[in-house]
């Protein structure tokens, strides 16, 4: 059994609702149960539980992700006894979603009341799909009519929506869908990253890398849209043209763990497959290192910009360089890069700016 977790956010009137019957309709047809957990603050809103009718923010975010929490932890439980072989969980908005309607301080305080933190609450899903609201590009199409719970002026969506993608920058697996198309297009490209994430037919990685001149930190650090990681990799011993890694990934103590396989198809297309470890399990692993390659420890920020998600290593034993990737859907997508950022040159199909390269001692 194959179950899979993701949700589906943005900002208001981006899409979610049409974008549920796609999901069901496509990802049914072609073998996967589809599960689907109702949006919480809809639920809690027009049940009159809200910000404006608890004591204060604090008290109805509490409310809202201890349910929320709950929910996802029932319909988890539900999954595993289902008899189907592939399960796909869809969160309709996720818990990090919450993170966008409160300051600094009250999220720090709901964290701590709920006994969590913010790495495990982000990267307890796999994938985070976010439909940009019709605010930003297709204004003519915003309107309150089909959510009850919807308040917010077109301008106020906009920045909503700003704050969702900050919000959930730093995950592994993010994609923003836009409104550079037609909303049917829109629908179709979202279908097409959900089967790209799931593996549908194969699990395809479409891969850029760029060798870049050391970063300003300062400026990345201060970016709405970027959240520092910290990773540490070790490859372990594999056969047959496979390279096997576990990765220890979070920030500030608060950690999550990886196995990921990779064989590559071409020169920008490898067959990758990554599933979620316990710390028990990482460190099992461990005993299995491969002791011709050194640990990789590097800081990696991610960066939301024109809706492309930039991965960007900079390692201790590099003080003029460092390395951006970004994934694609399409080979031949164009990338669009932030004027800070100074490309020396691509190295996608240049084996010794990869990890594995960088990690032989």
């Not at 549920?20 to 047809?29: A, E, G, H, K, L």
């Amino acid at each position: 059994m194959e179950i899979s977790k993701i949700v589906i956010t943005g900002g208001p009137c981006g899409g979610k609702s049409t974008a549920m019957s796609w999901i069901d309709n496509f990802f049914t047809q072609i073998g996967y149960k589809v599960l689907f957990v109702p949006e919480t603050a809809t639920e809690l809103i027009t049940g009159g539980v809200a910000p404006w009718t608890c004591g204060t923010n604090v008290d109805y975010q509490k409310c809202q992700m201890e349910l929320q929490l709950e929910k996802e932890k029932i319909f988890e439980q539900a999954a595993e006894t289902m008899n189907a072989d592939k399960i796909l969980i869809v969160c309709d908005r996720g818990l990090l979603d919450n993170k966008a309607y409160m300051n600094a301080s009250e999220f720090s305080e709901v964290i701590k009341a709920i006994n969590s933190n913010e790495v495990e609450l982000r990267d307890n899903y796999d994938a985070v799909f976010h439909l940009v609201t019709a605010a930003k590009g297709a204004e003519e199409f915003y309107s309150l009519a089909n959510n009850a719970a919807r308040t917010e002026t077109v301008e106020e969506a906009a920045a909503i929506d700003d704050r969702l993608i900050s919000s959930w920058t730093g995950h592994p697996h993010l994609r923003v869908i836009d409104n550079s198309s037609s909303f049917e297009d829109k629908m179709k490209r979202l279908l097409t990253e959900i089967s790209s994430f799931l593996g549908e037919p194969e699990p395809y990685e479409i891969e850029r890398k760029y060798l870049i001149e050391y970063p300003d930190i300062e400026w990345l650090e201060n970016h709405p849209s970027c959240q520092r990681i910290e990773i540490i990799q070790t490859y372990l011993n594999s056969a047959n043209g496979e390279e096997i890694r576990v990765r220890q990934r979070g920030v500030d103590g608060n950690y999550i763990y990886f196995q990921t396989v990779k064989k590559k198809v071409s020169d920008v297309k490898r067959v990758e497959i990554e599933g979620r470890l316990s710390q028990a399990e990482y460190l099992k692993l461990l005993m299995d290192a491969d002791t011709t390659k050194r640990q990789i420890r590097k800081t990696r920020y991610c960066l939301m910009y024109e809706s492309q998600y930039f991965e960007i290593d900079v390692y201790p034993f590099w003080n003029d360089k460092a390395i951006l990737e970004l994934e694609l859907s399409d080979e031949n997508a164009e990338v669009v890069f932030p004027e800070q950022i100074k490309i020396i040159k691509e190295v996608t199909d240049d084996d010794s700016y990869k990890n594995s390269s960088l990690a032989v001692m």
